[in-house]
């Protein structure tokens, strides 16, 4: 919380990434922890407060690219429903040494592409 009693703007990005961490590793196992943010949008909506108890964020597939995948998230207050944050993010695939991108293999692009919003 910050001095006015909200949720700061910089959790909002907290509560983003952490969807996105189960989400990629419920589909992609281990094959996640080499992917990074290359970047996120974010419209701020709704405040939240320590009312609100608790959020729901939202994360769905819009585009896979080579080595890329882009990302509509959004975070919603579970107490009315309430949209608080929407966002699009695009993350890249990297080598091991997290130094440049590296095409996605075969097995986790067809994964990927399976979620892909109709």
Do not use: C, P
């Amino acid at each position: 919380m910050d001095g006015f009693g909200h949720v700061n703007n910089s959790t909002y990005l907290t509560y983003f990434e952490e969807a996105r961490d189960e989400y990629f590793t419920g589909v992609l196992g281990d094959t996640v922890h080499g992917v990074v943010v290359r970047k996120i949008e974010v419209e701020f909506i709704s405040g939240l407060t320590q009312d609100d108890d608790h959020v729901d964020v939202h994360v769905q597939v819009e585009r896979v690219g080579s080595s890329s995948v882009s990302t509509h998230e959004w975070i919603t207050a579970v107490s009315d429903g309430r949209l608080a944050a929407d966002a699009h993010s695009v993350m890249v695939h990297t080598n091991s040494g997290r130094q440049a991108s590296e095409a996605w293999s075969d097995g986790d692009r067809a994964l990927l592409e399976g979620l892909l919003r109709d």
